[in-house]
């Protein structure tokens, strides 16, 4: 394979040590503490090469197809929540920026268009707000429906969280949900909604969200691939 892989870097204030993994259409990312900026990541590519060379065919199959990025969807589809977001592009060449203008389920794109990753950004606040609604309705039938209630929904944009709980029964959720099946996303909200009555994964936790979710079992597992339904775009 090429030496050294293809790889993304990303810094994070609370990792303590270098570390890496491999996710599903982005491929290969580093950790790096903020700390430990000046690490050398040659090095550390090249410690571990063993680890990657073994599931490097896993890894090339992953890796990013950025001809992707070039491709301008027309239509994103918002599984989880039934809905759909339509999207028109009108090319400018007299401009160098972009533009937007989002109507309910619409958004339009104006000026340099070069490729779907100058509309990226918009796109996803266009779903944080998509989610906040929709999820956020979710929520509240599910809260009814189990008995559960909570404080307050805000919605995320973390890289591998989909959602948390406090001790003070506020929900956070990722906006990446909207894009999982219905039953998987459901799971999710009900996963944190028990979170309002224990705030671990103890057994008595497993056994309430049992209670709502038979197959919890298969929806945990289902969720730790889910990143590979997400658009790739998105990843
Ligand atoms: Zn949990």
Redesign the pocket.
Known sequence: MRWPPPHKIRYSKRAKNVSMRIYAGSGLEIVIPERKKNVNVINFLNEHRNWIEKHAQQFTFLLPNHSDQKTLPEKIVLTAVNQSIEIHYRPINATTCVSYRAVKNKIIFYGAITDFSVCVPAVIHCLKKQAKKQLGELLNQLSLECHLPYQKLSIRAQKTVW???TAKKNIQLNYKILFLPQTLARYILI??LC?TIHLN?SAS?WKSVARFVPDFRAQVKLLRKADQLLPRWLV
Do not use: R, V
């Open positions: 959602g948390s709980c996963h944190e979170h994964h936790f």
